[in-house]
């Protein structure tokens, strides 16, 4: 049996993470005490270290002390939910006690203690795990509201049980500095990403002007910075910051160039050109009449692999390119578009629905073209098309050019009104678009216990030809019977979330669902309340926002909170994560 | 005559004994030292109450300047007539005396009302010093003390609750609990309001802990300075009275505090070549904050946002399904180049209307540039 850490910390030190973990919150030292001069203190430890709720096995908590100046006496209490829990003396001395803990969650134990100065009392909350707890890792995202920097930790959350889990960040340090060009040393304006090498989520960002410069507080660890110049002629940049760093250096770096051709081989202008390897981009260019290019680039080494965009003018109705491969980048990089590669004009195609026009519809022509639409350095590039027109007063499209294919047509009726039509324009003959009315899910939010529950959000996020079209996601919120209607495209697809504002239950997500697929009968997940204090340094965090989120998750699902809420006035804090559960 | 003639005979034989035999000495007499109790605190005519203390001194006065020992006892008194038979405190001290005055005798239930206290000393050489001193100290009833306290999970807006609670201790009473009663002045112009116990505040009492605490909930419907008054009486002593101000404001507008990603000012842009989430991660509002938090009274709702989109080459276009605070961009939706306006306007309950204009990216409808119901992000897609 181990037994819990049991430390007098006996000089200041910091606390780094948001893991309180099993380590005694209640430590109270002086090396000030009156006396002896030695130092004095008294902290509560418990063993055994990662409790269980048991009707048998109890739970050991004793009080270590130092340097007392009598014979200390202690007078114990326990709780849970503010309810008292029974106890039994566990040492002559009463420095000891043990209690049964049957219900798994936060027990508070407490010791009023005499004759030991600056610890007349000392407290600790014991989280009691639930037997056979499932384990779910998240991120811990805080991002308070003064200029402590934000803060990421990994955790861990145990099904089962309720916990108590103190966040305490770091205040971080002061990074001044400028952001010069290397070639001259003139202070330049850029834009600067902040991100931490071991947790590079928990990004910081600032503008740097050439007469100020940057200013921000960042946590005493090293940093690459992604350094995006605000002035042509010099490469954006990762560099790296650590506590000593002040002046983030750019230069011109590499030229790259090429010339990007069009389906007949001609130089293709007004189409865009950028670079990207190792989480940095080129410089953005836009082809010269002759389709010439130049770029340049300041890539991290050993980022071998570069991913060129190729985006053409609108209006061209050609497809955007795109291809990552370990390009040469000392020699030309040249673009070309497949030969075969064909438009046809949407002039005059009506929008409908119910057979009926649809004036000033936004049309949306989205998808990929099946076969190769082009190369880029030889390699042959995927491809995604987006051609925008707006229908007129008759319901019946501009001059559009689009390429030919079987593609999607996404109609904007209104802000909140979408449709999805196949459209197949190989033939050069699309006699209408269609945009089918919308679909109403109509469902009910659910407690665990399949009672209704009001007030929780549901939030429709295109995917698929819908995010391509860039439509915006719907949400919409249950009322007091639960009940919800979301009006979706048909023929769309969906991450679907229902999220409950108050924190009574945990979120449920559907992902890449169809109309079909959303959940009607919305049973919301069982959540566990985490609470604690966010405090950095001595001082408690009002106004934090405290967020759970994906561990494993990438891009924008890695961003997008779990769980969010923020501490109160006095610093306090409670989410509610989704409870893993036991086995 | 006789009786005189005969004295002085006596003498003239007693001196004439002590010259017969040649030396004469006597030790000198040790006189006894005289005592006074003095009353430090509290000062003579300041009430001394059960369960409050009270510092005497000795004063001695030797006339061989001798070192003076004192001897207290204390007794528990009914009245002058009626003391515990044993004192409750005794000590020897040249220091001043702290006395803790019980709540009750010994020998008896009955309240302590008095005490006696002795005071007896004797110097270095043995001699007491007489008479020995004693003081009657009257022990008053203490009235109850009060202590408020006001709190408002919703900022002291109008219409929502405020919680008064009032801690009240009556050490030298119990176990009886004093009687407390509440009145609420209201401001000027008296609007409505309701008192109610507040069933979130368990009595805390005696023995778990030294004091009696109430909890009433304060529901006002109007703005103003509301005084509520307490008054508690231990049907002894006189009735303790105590008030606390609350004032109640009416509801402010929301604040945008926490967002994400950086915003940038015109002419910088936010470089944005992947999709990314904008969010509000914190407005602080009475009524309606975001994150909302799951309020007791049910009061708490959340802030109203509305998004909106400026792309190159057409109007602004509001995100009319979303309502959250949160929303995503994807550059892939754009030209790269382009510089695309993504704002969030919020409101609150009373949904008061956003007069700036619309190229105006910041907007505080209380002229206050440290609450912003509006912000917008200019951002470059790459």
């Not at chain 1, 002039?347 to 989205?366: D, E, S």
């Not at chain 1, 669902?513 to 001082?539: D, E, H, Q, R, W």
């Not at chain 2, 007499?29 to 109450?49: A, F, T």
């Not at chain 2, 009955?110 to 022990?139: C, F, K, M, S």
Request: net charge negative.
């Amino acid at each position: 049996m181990r037994s819990a850490l049991v430390i007098l910390v006996l000089a200041a030190g910091c606390s780094m993470g948001a893991d309180g973990g099993n380590t005694p919150d209640a430590t109270n030292t002086s090396d000030a005490g009156p006396g002896d001069g030695g130092v004095q203190g008294c902290a509560i430890g418990y063993d055994p270290m990662d409790p269980v709720a048991s009707s048998v096995l109890p739970i050991r908590a004793f009080v270590n002390v130092v340097n007392p100046t009598g014979i200390p006496t202690y007078s114990w209490t326990v709780t849970r939910n503010s309810s008292p829990v029974a106890f039994t003396q566990q040492a002559a001395d009463g420095s000891q006690i043990g209690f049964i803990a049957a219900t798994p969650g936060p027990y508070v134990v407490r010791a009023d203690i005499t004759n030991v100065p600056f610890c007349s009392e000392t407290q600790t909350t014991i989280n009691v795990e639930a037997p056979g707890a499932n384990i779910e890792v998240f991120r811990l995202r805080t991002v308070p509201a003064s200029s402590v920097p934000p803060q990421e930790t990994l955790i861990q959350v145990k099904g089962g049980a309720d916990a108590v889990r103190p966040i305490t960040l770091q205040t971080g340090l002061d990074a001044i500095g400028f952001v010069k060009n290397s070639a001259t040393s003139a202070n330049i304006a850029a834009y600067l990403k902040f991100m931490p090498r071991s947790m590079p989520t928990a990004f910081s960002e600032r503008f740097a002007s050439s007469a100020t410069g940057y200013s921000l507080k960042l946590v005493p660890l090293d940093h690459d910075v992604l350094v995006i110049p605000g002035v042509a002629g010099l490469a954006p940049k990762l560099v790296t910051w650590t506590a000593f760093t002040t002046d983030l250096l750019v230069g011109p770096g590499n030229v790259t160039t090429g010339t990007v051709r069009g389906p007949s081989g001609a130089g293709f202008a007004g189409a865009n050109v950028q670079l990207y390897a190792g989480g940095v981009p080129s410089t953005s260019a836009t082809t010269a009449a002759d389709g010439s290019y130049s770029v340049r680039s300041d890539f991290p080494t050993g980022a071998t692999q570069i991913t060129v965009k190729v985006t053409p003018p609108p209006g061209s109705g050609l497809p955007r390119l795109e291809a990552t491969s370990a390009f040469n980048l000392a020699s030309a990089l040249n673009v070309t578009y497949a030969a075969s590669l064909t438009t046809c004009d949407l002039a005059n195609t009506p929008v409908r629905r119910g057979g009926v026009n649809q004036p000033n519809a936004q049309v949306n022509i989205v998808g990929g073209l099946a076969g190769v639409a082009g190369s880029i350095g030889g390699v042959n590039a995927t491809n995604s098309v987006r051609v925008s027109a707006t229908a007129d007063g008759a319901g019946q499209l501009p001059s559009t050019l689009v390429p030919r294919g079987s593609l999607s047509a996404v109609t904007e009726l209104s802000m909140s009104d979408h449709a999805i039509s196949a459209i197949d324009t190989s033939g050069c003959s699309v006699a209408q678009i269609n945009a089918p009315a919308m679909t109403t899910i109509n469902g009910t939010t659910r407690y665990p216990n399949n009672t209704a529950i009001g007030g929780v959000r549901a939030e429709a996020e295109p995917i698929g030809v819908l995010a391509l079209a860039g439509v915006a996601p719907i949400q919409v919120v249950s009322n007091a019977s639960g009940a919800f209607a979301l009006p979706l495209a048909g023929g769309g697809r969906y991450n679907v979330r229902f999220i409950d504002p108050q924190q009574r239950v945990a979120s449920l997500v559907a992902n890449d669902v169809a109309t079909t697929g959303v959940p009607t009968n919305a049973l919301m997940p069982k959540a566990l309340a985490i609470s604690g204090t966010v405090t950095a340094g001595a001082n408690l965090l009002l106004g934090a926002s405290i967020q759970i989120l994906c561990a494993t998750c990438l891009g924008l699902e890695a961003a997008r909170p779990i769980a969010e809420t923020a501490s109160d006035s006095v610093g306090k804090y409670l989410i509610a994560v989704p409870d893993p559960g036991t086995m | 005559m006789v009786a005189a003639q005969r004295k002085l005979v006596g003498r003239f034989a007693l001196i004439s004994l002590l010259a017969v035999s040649g030396c004469f000495y006597t030790e000198t007499v040790n006189q006894r030292p005289s005592l006074d109790i003095e009353q430090e605190e509290p000062e003579p005519g300041i009430p001394v109450y059960r369960e409050g203390d009270v510092t005497l001194r000795a004063v001695s006065h030797d006339p061989e300047n001798h070192f003076v020992w004192f001897q207290w006892r204390v007794y528990a008194c009914s009245d002058q007539t009626d003391c515990d038979q044993a004192p409750f405190d005794e000590q020897s001290s040249n220091s001043p005396f702290k006395i803790h005055v019980p709540k009750s005798r010994v020998d008896s239930p009955e309240a302590v009302q008095a005490i006696h206290v002795w005071l007896e000393g004797q110097d270095e050489y043995g001699a007491n010093a007489r008479p020995a001193q004693q003081l009657w100290i009257t022990v008053d009833d203490h009235p109850p003390t009060i202590e408020l306290g006001q709190f408002s999970a919703y900022d002291f807006v109008v219409t929502a609750p405020v919680q008064v609670i009032a801690k009240v201790d009556d050490p030298d009473d119990g176990p009886s609990v004093p009687q407390v009663s509440w009145k609420v002045y209201t401001p000027s112009n008296q609007p409505a309001y309701t008192i109610v116990d507040d069933p979130s505040v368990v009595l805390d009492k005696p023995p778990l802990d030294d004091f009696y605490e109430y909890g009433k909930l304060l529901w006002p419907s109007g703005t103003g300075k509301y005084t509520v008054e307490v008054t508690a009486t231990d049907g002894i002593a006189p009735p303790t009275v105590q008030t606390i101000e609350v004032n109640i404001v009416p509801d402010r507008a929301p604040c945008l505090r926490t967002m994400t990603p950086l915003v940038a000012v015109a002419p910088a842009a936010l470089p944005m070549s992947e999709p990314t989430l904008f969010q509000v991660l914190v407005v602080s509002d009475d009524l309606d904050p975001y994150p909302t938090a799951n309020d007791a009274h049910g009061l708490l709702d959340t802030p109203r946002f509305t998004w909106s989109v400026l792309a190159p080459g057409g109007p602004r276009q509001v995100l009319s399904g979303v309502t959250g605070n949160s929303v995503a961009l994807n550059p892939a939706s754009y030209q790269p180049g382009d510089i695309v306006e993504l704002r969030v306007e919020i409101a609150d309950r009373n949904l008061t209307p956003i007069t700036c204009g619309d190229g105006n990216a910041t907007c505080s409808v209380i002229a206050d540039n440290g609450c912003l119901q509006r912000q917008t992000w200019r951002v470059e897609v790459r």
